[in-house]
């Protein structure tokens, strides 16, 4: 069975700090896709990353960096210099491709709540 | 990139009746969409897997006669809510999958139903 810890639920940070958010899964699967999606107080998901498993180059995308690791099942995500626009919940999911069938399936952690001060 | 649109965004509905969300693909064609329930401060539960042309696939606990899902095209997805009680009243979002390989899930904006 696949599972997302994501074990912060709620962090604070006063602006232009440095974050990390924590992702832990599990899957026995060889082939899947990890993401991270923020959602902002007004609902919608908006994807920021997706990462498969044949791939642990880290990615840099202006103040969002990712660093995954095979050996530790981790995906986290660290925003640089944080501002208050940040502020959302941020969930990762890992998504076992099933080929296009129905057993292809995107499970969620619980989220992180990300509060940026001024 | 990518668009998922979802309408309507706001739903008031009485008890009783039943309402129905739309989930379209914008640019894309998606062969699988996804339909998620939110409660509020909680993770995303998924509901069903649709795949166009099938039967909707769904999750343990989710009832398919109350939670109507079709796939009638490779843009659109309905979410139908059947016989909507208050406990039914919740934040609604679907999601598609496509892009690169057809590996990538984008969401819709959500939708808020609020049964009275």
Sequence with gaps: AQKVTQAQTEISVVEKEDVTLDCVYETRDTTYYLFWYKQPPSGELVFLIRRNSFDEQNEISGRYSWNFQKSTSSFNFTITASQVVDSAVYFCALFLTGGFGAN???????????SVRP | ????????????CKSGTSVKIECRSLDFQATTMFWYRQFPKQSLMLMATSNEGSKATYEQGVEKDKFLINHASLTLSTLTVTSAHPEDSSFYICSARGGSGGNTIYFGEGSWLTVV
Excluded: D, E
């Design chain 1, 104 to 114: 292809s399936k995107l499970t969620f952690g619980k989220g992180i709540t990300l």
């Design chain 2, 1 to 12: 990139g990518a668009v998922v649109s979802q309408h309507p965004s706001w739903v008031i």
